[in-house]
């Protein structure tokens, strides 16, 4: 596996991860959002009110959106608070509770960016779409190298912060 997730710091309102890229062969990782116990995990990382209902929101629901399948512009605009696609959800309530996703590069010589974007887990069961975190490494013209960065998902309620 390429690129891992390890929980660093979780609070009610931020997870931190550092993600690693092992050197090998694949430059993409994403964070797992199941069922399955344990961390790293979006689900069982963000356990604490606000943020743990945003890893639900294709279960349970999460105003505007209903239960089920989630568009990818409604998985965007809950995790990178980008309502490019999906109106919709800023303008029925602009005081959504939302997230916004941050990359800081730690080690890598290589490594020249990171790049985040919210995707649905591949392992959503079927009739949900379980929005998480991908991660890619782009590299120099050396090729894969090691290298690391932090992830930072801050929760957020309000469009002006």
Not at 26 to 38: E, F, Q, R, S
Not at 44 to 65: E, F, R, T
Not at 104 to 129: E, H, K, L, Q, Y
Request: proline share 8%; with cysteine.
């Amino acid at each position: 596996m390429a690129i891992t997730f390890a929980l660093v710091s979780a609070t009610p309102n931020q997870l931190r991860y550092l993600v690693a890229h092992d050197g090998l062969a694949g430059n993409v990782g994403a964070l797992p959002n199941t069922a399955a116990a344990g961390s790293p995990n979006f689900r069982n990382d963000a356990a604490l009110p606000p943020l743990n209902a945003v890893p639900l929101a294709s279960i349970d629901g999460y105003p505007p959106a209903v239960a089920g399948v989630l568009t990818a512009g409604q998985i965007r605009a809950l995790l990178l608070s980008d309502f490019i696609t999906a109106p919709a959800i800023v303008q029925a309530n602009l005081l959504i509770g939302r997230c916004k996703a941050f990359l800081t590069p730690r080690t890598g010589a290589n490594v020249m960016m990171w790049v985040v974007d919210a995707i649905a887990d591949a392992a959503s069961p079927i009739g949900f779409t379980n929005p998480t975190y991908q991660v890619t490494a782009v590299f120099g013209a050396a090729g894969a190298a090691a290298g690391t960065c932090y992830l930072d998902i801050v929760f957020q309620n309000t469009p002006d912060r």
